[in-house]
């Protein structure tokens, strides 16, 4: 989910700074304290813009430097959890595909690519679909679904799982071809073919 939220902070602007308009002085310091920081509550922080100081800056005589209170406003992404995200795939491994979404990258597990046994064909590379031969291959455009979310202090640490198995999901191609040829019929749990097969016994 995509917020905007106003913050307040304090910020030390260095004397090389001084001959900067103050304004952009400040949003490069806040640039590079928020921006692709990741905070718990709100997520990553996507941009920082609108600084604004309040009242006139302190000089401390044994520093050189002028602090300033201001209040900004920040662009911040948290992933949720059944969150439908469109991303690129950005890189296939064997285990599954990397998409890039934004700032951050998520896993799809092999498993969790297609309704389909699939292969990984390193010559392509892609992976192929045993009977559909849906194929994934770097660059493809694809919708997938978060399915776990696991934040950490950087954007290398963060874990996010996504699957392109439900309906309505996957490559643009895939999602195309389902539109057309309609909802495919509902496979039967163990149990609804253990109890038909029961019925049908008994008839």
Known sequence: ?????TVSDRVRLPAQNFTMKLTDGLRQ??????ERRIDKENGIVLS????????????????????????????????AVNEVIEAEVA????????????????????SQIANDFLTYN???????G??????LKKGDHVLAKISTVSLKPSLSETKIGL???????????WV???EKSGPSPERETKAQKKERKAKEAAE
């Open 1 to 5: 989910m995509y917020q905007v939220i």
């Open 29 to 34: 310091i806040l640039r590079e304290r928020y």
């Open 48 to 79: 920082v813009w609108n600084v604004v100081p309040e009242g006139d800056g302190l000089v401390i005589p044994s520093d050189a430097a002028a602090y300033y209170d201001v209040k900004f406003e920040a662009l911040t992404y948290l992933p």
């Open 91 to 110: 890189e296939l491994v064997e285990f599954g595909a990397f998409l890039q979404m934004g700032s951050l990258e998520g896993l799809v597990h092999l």
């Open 122 to 128: 390193k010559r392509l590379p892609a992976f192929v």
């Open 130 to 135: 045993k009977e559909s031969k849906k194929s």
């Open 163 to 173: 699957t392109m198995r439900p309906e309505g999901l996957g490559k643009d191609e």
């Open 176 to 178: 195309a071809e389902r």
